[in-house]
T-cell receptor, first 116, second 108 residues
């Protein structure tokens, strides 16, 4: 499968624990995005990378959230001290950007987080 | 603040009927996407609309864009059960800005 992959697909954790998700983009794609989606809503942008550089981070994103893409390939999203309000589907997407502007994003299957 | 509004948010219809989902947005944009999402699944790109008057069709789905009215429509012709899903529109404004989605249930 050469699409975007995410791991794990499901995560149940207790409030206060830290969790880390992984995203492997389409291999030649240089941009990688993280979104959060709650039930009945569209995806909410969290952050994106171009290669290894984190170029934008949502102002709505708590300091408990951090993302990395150390070698410009896979990315990790960590949530520290999870809260019940963090329960959501976390989606990763990638795109191949050939310049400035927007390029079509391809989405992974998502990681569903449940905080109890 | 850029807003993308879809309506209806929920639609239940019988097979064989026609219906239209509307997507209004509040600022200029040169690109609009329609996505499909099945329950518990990720997002599948259906259409990208790039210019005023653009119309794209795939099977029983047809999408159009009126940039002057800041309106896109997704028309379903002779609906079948397999089209049951949630449909999102998303507008490009540096990043993708999403509507809340229209949950479509098509009853046999």
């Amino acid at each position: 499968d050469t699409g975007v992959s995410q791991d794990p697909r499901h995560k149940i954790t207790k409030r206060g624990q830290n969790v880390t998700f992984r995203c492997d983009p389409i291999s030649e794609h240089n941009r990688l995005y993280w979104y959060r989606q709650t039930l009945g809503q569209g995806p909410e942008f969290l952050t994106y990378f171009q290669n290894e550089a984190q170029l934008e981070k949502s102002r709505l994103l708590s300091d408990r959230f951090s993302a990395e893409r150390p070698k410009g390939s896979f990315s990790t999203l960590e949530i520290q001290r999870t809260e019940q309000g963090d329960s959501a589907m976390y989606l990763c997407a990638s795109s191949l950007a050939r310049g400035q502007g927007y390029y079509e994003q391809y989405f992974g299957p998502g990681t569903r987080l449940t905080v109890t | 603040e850029l807003k993308v509004e879809q309506n209806p948010l929920f639609l239940s219809m019988q097979e064989g009927k026609n219906y239209t989902i509307y997507c209004n947005y509040s600022t200029t944009s040169d690109r609009l996407y329609w996505y499909r999402q099945d329950p518990g699944k990720s997002l599948e790109s259906l259409f990208v609309l790039l210019s005023n008057g653009a119309v794209k069709q795939e099977g029983r789905l047809m999408a159009s864009l009126d940039t002057k009215a800041r309106l896109s429509t997704l028309h379903i012709t002779a609906a079948v059960h397999d089209l049951s899903a949630t449909y999102f529109c998303a507008v490009v404004a540096y990043q993708l800005i999403w509507g809340a989605g229209t949950k479509l249930i098509i009853k046999p």
